[in-house]
């Protein structure tokens, strides 16, 4: 494993600036020369050390073409999403108002804003929250009568 270990310490730096320059992302880069050295140790025995770093340079080019591919299909992918719906601001500055009304607890806060500004499930909520099932139905229905109470009392 020494000879391996040598090859790294020689050739890691070069193909790191390489994989860099062709993605122009250092974590990216890091993932492609990482694959390159693993493909290397994991085809050691066949890889004639005297076409290093070259070998090592072919690799990290086709991950990248990889790369560019699938980013390239994605970003087709997202420009056939619709936009998402105008929410009209009124709507956004009432739900405000109702997370951030005085009389919630934080807690109550937060599974009202997961729950119903996030959308998830309440199993979601309390795996989020560290509460149980339970526990977060009591938060969310008592938040929901202080807020039906407090509305009752002030409609503005």
């Given amino acids: 494993m020494g000879d ?14 390489f994989a860099w320059r062709l993605v122009g ?15 290397l140790h994991q085809h050691w025995s ?17 991950r ?5 591919r699938h980013r390239s299909v994605e970003d087709r992918y997202v420009q056939t999403l619709p936009a998402d719906p105008a929410v009209p601001p009124a ?10 009304h005085p009389s919630l607890k934080p807690l109550h806060r937060v599974c009202l804003r997961l ?3 996030h959308g998830m499930t309440v199993a979601e909520v ?5 509460l149980s099932d ?6 969310l229905q008592y938040a929901r009568q202080i807020l039906r109470r407090e509305l009752a009392r002030d409609p503005q």
């Avoid at 890889?47 to 290093?52: C, E, F, K």
């Avoid at 990248?64 to 560019?68: K, L, R, S």
């Fill in 4 to 17: 391996f270990d040598d090859v790294y310490a020689h050739h890691a730096g070069p193909v790191l600036r």
């Fill in 25 to 39: 992302r250092r974590e990216i880069a890091e993932e492609l020369a990482a694959e390159a050295f693993l493909a």
């Fill in 46 to 62: 066949s890889v004639d050390v005297a076409q290093l770093p070259g070998w090592l340079f072919a690799v990290v080019r086709n």
């Fill in 64 to 68: 990248a073409v990889d790369y560019w």
């Fill in 91 to 100: 709507a956004v500055e009432f739900e405000l108002a109702l997370v951030r």
């Fill in 115 to 117: 729950r119903y500004g």
């Fill in 126 to 130: 309390a795996s989020a929250v560290g």
């Fill in 134 to 139: 339970t526990q977060v139905k009591g938060h």
